[in-house]
Every structure is written in C-alpha cells, then in structure tokens.
C-alpha cells in the first residue's frame, strides 16, 4: 500500500502533446523540471493495512477493525479503496458493511460493493470498499473503519474463511 504520486509515465505523455500543440517554451520547461523533480523526489512511505483474526458462531454478525499504520511525517489520507477476498460459503456476502462509528473515518462517506469474485469459484468472494473525504484528513494510525460480517447460519463449526487484503490505494 502506498501514498501515491503521480507517475513519471503521464509526464512523458503530456509533455509529448504539448510538443505538439504548438511549442510553448516557457511550459515545456515547466514540464521538464517538474519531470526531473518527481524523478529524484522520495519514495512514498508504504502505509500498512491489517485486518486481526476473529472468530465467531454460525449466525453471529462480527465487527472486524480494519486499522491503518506506519504513516510518513506530513502524510495525509484523503481517499481510499480496498479490496478483501473472503469465503462466500462462511461470509453472507449480502450482510457485509461497514460501519464507521467510533474510528478515524467517521466523517467520510464509504462505499462497499461485496459480491462473488468475477470468474472465481463458487465461494470466492470480493469486498470492494472505496472511501473519500473533502475535509477530514487521516494522518495518524488507528482504526480506519469496522468492517460488518454475518457467519452464515449453516457455516461448518471449526471452518475458517480468510479476509485477504488484495489491494489497497491511499
């Protein structure tokens, strides 16, 4: 997981449709300052998304801390999306939410899209979470929000789903 920056590739690009556009020397140069200036900046400080283990009886709705750390100095978190691959055989996927009472994304609007995983096998499951705010920047570790998942009432006692972060953007 990384604080992004923009990427050096599209620099490439506009500076190629500038040159075209009609040679505007002042903006080019901009351009290619700019260029070297991200080239040589810093490596973006990796921020860590965890999930805990949890356990929970057949039926039973569980609130799961997704909780974010190691943020760089002057870092700040304006938006978000994370993707979980869980068992849709022990997770009710219907039931999935997110709930953002009592954590560091309490003023943000979140969206959540649980559904089986495109092409996947029968009980493979995709939560899609994407996040954002206007004002209120995250920039200390905490619990990011609480994630809201049902057990199936026929869950198999002793069986085990996992909740695998697949890919998250801050």
């Not at 997981?1 to 903006?27: C, E, F, N």
């Not at 810093?42 to 943020?71: C, H, K």
């Not at 004002?135 to 905490?142: D, W």
Request: aromatic fraction near 8%.
């Amino acid at each position: 997981i990384w604080v992004t920056r923009s990427d050096i590739p599209l620099y490439k690009g506009s500076l190629k449709a500038m040159q075209l556009v009609g040679g505007h020397m002042v903006l080019f140069r901009w351009f290619i300052g700019l260029m070297a200036l991200c080239q040589w900046a810093p490596a973006a400080q990796a921020v860590q998304v965890s999930l805990p283990s949890v356990e929970a009886a057949p039926g039973e709705t569980v609130r799961v801390p997704v909780s974010i750390s190691r943020f760089g100095a002057g870092d700040e978190v304006l938006s978000g999306s994370i993707e979980i691959r869980l068992d849709a055989g022990i997770i009710a996927l219907d039931k999935v939410r997110v709930n953002r009472s009592g954590s560091l994304a309490s003023n943000w609007i979140i969206a959540t899209n649980a559904r089986p995983v495109p092409g996947g096998g029968e009980n493979d499951g995709q939560v899609l979470i994407s996040a954002a705010t206007a004002s209120a920047t995250v920039s200390s570790e905490g619990v990011f929000f609480f994630l809201e998942l049902s057990v199936s009432a026929s869950a198999v006692v002793g069986s085990t789903s996992p909740l695998d972060i697949q890919n998250a953007v801050f």
